[in-house]
């Protein structure tokens, strides 16, 4: 039977939790809610780990020096702002306090809702997915299938939530820091929203300062970790969880996320071994990316959708991370290069006018032949318009070279990133929308909300509120300002 209980913290502050009779485990703790559920108390399985002075050091900075969810000037990690702070605390869910009574344990927020699901999100009579975590694995793989459409978002949010992860990867890399165990259990998301939340945050690896604790979780683990393993923890040929075989897990992540199928998992087999060997071979020293192009002994016959079909910028990362990195732990892509990669994609998404497109979107990296690979739906639009983004050479005026581009649909938003060079858009950026694209009476207007130096592809300002007639062939400056792009006009039909 349930009942209330109190925890000390190591600031001396008490408080409650709910002692349950069969509490949530996991690998290493098992959960207690607090009374309103806002919190979880976490206690280790076997007590005498948790009595490690490794793991509490650890654990103690992972909650304040290296912690992105508080600001520098609360005590967090350095150089982190409120804003910053803030936006992090919604995608990481990181220890806030340690318990250092009844025994050591931490204390984390609890999960938001949205990655919980309910009693419609399941189409099959009989199983009650209440309360049940949203982990990947339910929109990755045939458990789809069980699903009730709405749980399932479209391919626009899953990019979402892998930009949302590549993100989160790249801001703890840059504080030396390594999840160790990233992987369909460790990431929850929410399809509906386009979210994500990166959950077991107290097993962080701080390179050179707390060796890792766990190898990872099938499927994920990168292959020198699997290969290695056959040498005894210390020696020196074991490959152990670092930001590098963070890297392999992330991408698995996200090709699963875009292709709902794992990259690895294909029809190649190992004759004369036993399954759990073969499983070992397959996801270790014999992996073979199933889309490697040099190697298609794992190639499934029926990829409709492959890698070419998310554009080139993700079609390089993915053959990076699979094909280049995949045995090469120093090649894989960084999450640095993920999220720029994920963006400029994010730039080439265009709207499928198939009602029944499950994908509802699409990559337009051929503009010359826009048909949605999920559907196999053409585009009936007879217009495709995109924007090609030229900036400045420094000291070189009247130079410019392309950097970005962006396909243009009806109602398409423009931000500051789509008007000055030197904005990324990142958790930063200022998210005001500064212009709009509509077709009326047949024209394709670009539409200024809130730039103050736009001019016309005559030169003259468009004020704001003010609208150019965009046409094939022309170019205008969006901003005349000091890194305010040049952009290119392009019109097919």
Not at 23 to 47: A, I, L
Not at 108 to 124: A, E, G, R, T
Not at 251 to 275: F, Q, S
């Amino acid at each position: 039977m349930d009942r209330i209980s109190e925890a000390t913290l190591a600031d001396g502050t008490k408080i409650e939790y709910v002692i349950s009779d069969d509490p949530p485990r996991g690998g290493m703790k098992y959960t207690y809610f607090s009374p309103d559920k806002s919190y979880v108390v976490q206690f280790f399985n076997d007590p005498e780990v948790g009595m490690d002075p490794n793991i509490q050091k650890r654990i103690a900075s992972i909650i304040g020096k290296y912690n992105p969810t508080v600001s520098e000037a609360a005590g967090g990690a350095k150089g982190n702002t409120e804003e910053s702070a803030k936006y992090y605390a919604e995608r990481f869910c990181w220890p806030t306090a340690i318990v250092v009574a009844p025994e050591f344990g931490v204390v984390c927020p609890s999960y938001p809702s949205n990655y919980f699901f309910d009693s419609q999100s399941s189409i099959v009579e009989g199983l009650d997915l209440s309360g049940r975590d949203k982990k990947s694995n339910w929109f990755t793989s045939r458990n789809r299938k069980y699903l009730s459409p709405a749980e399932l978002g479209n391919f626009m949010t899953m990019m979402m939530i892998a930009i949302s992860l590549a993100r989160s990867l790249r801001r703890m890399h840059s504080a030396g820091l390594a999840h160790s165990d990233l992987s369909n259990n460790n990431v929850l998301i929410d399809p509906k929203s386009g979210s994500c939340v990166v959950i077991d945050i107290d097993s962080l690896v701080v390179p050179g300062l707390f060796p890792p604790e766990v190898a990872g979780t099938r499927g994920y683990i990168a292959p020198e970790v699997l290969e290695t393993m056959i040498y005894p923890y210390g020696d020196p040929r074991r490959a152990l969880p670092c930001i590098e075989t963070d890297l392999h897990s992330m991408a698995v992540l996200i090709y699963e996320y875009l292709l709902t199928r794992h990259p690895l998992i294909g029809p190649k087999h190992i004759p004369d071994v036993e399954a759990e060997e073969e499983d070992f071979l397959l996801m270790g020293p014999q992996a073979v990316f199933i889309e490697d192009p040099n190697d298609k002994s794992n190639r499934p016959d029926d990829l409709s959708v492959t890698i070419h079909d998310l554009g080139p910028y993700l079609e390089s990362l993915f053959l990076k991370a699979f094909s280049t990195g995949l045995h090469s732990p120093k090649e894989r892509p960084t999450a640095m290069e993920w999220e720029q990669g994920l963006l400029k994609t994010w730039n080439l998404l265009y709207p499928c006018e198939n009602p029944s497109c499950s994908a509802k979107w699409f990559v337009m990296h051929d503009i010359h032949n826009p048909v949605c690979p999920f559907c196999g739906h053409r585009v009936s639009n007879n217009e495709i318009v995109k924007f090609t983004f030229n900036k400045e050479l420094k000291g070189r005026q009247g130079q410019w070279v392309k950097n970005d581009e962006l396909i243009v649909y009806n109602n398409i938003p423009l931000f500051q990133w789509h008007v000055f060079s030197n904005v990324f858009a990142d958790e930063k950026a200022d998210r005001e929308l500064q212009a709009y694209v509509v077709k009326f009476n047949g024209e394709w207007l670009l539409i200024n909300q809130r730039i103050n130096s736009m001019r016309s592809a005559s030169g003259n300002i468009v004020a704001p509120g003010k609208a150019i007639q965009l046409k094939d062939g022309m170019s205008f400056r969006i901003a005349d300002e000091e890194d305010g792009y040049l952009v290119g006009v392009s019109i097919v039909k």
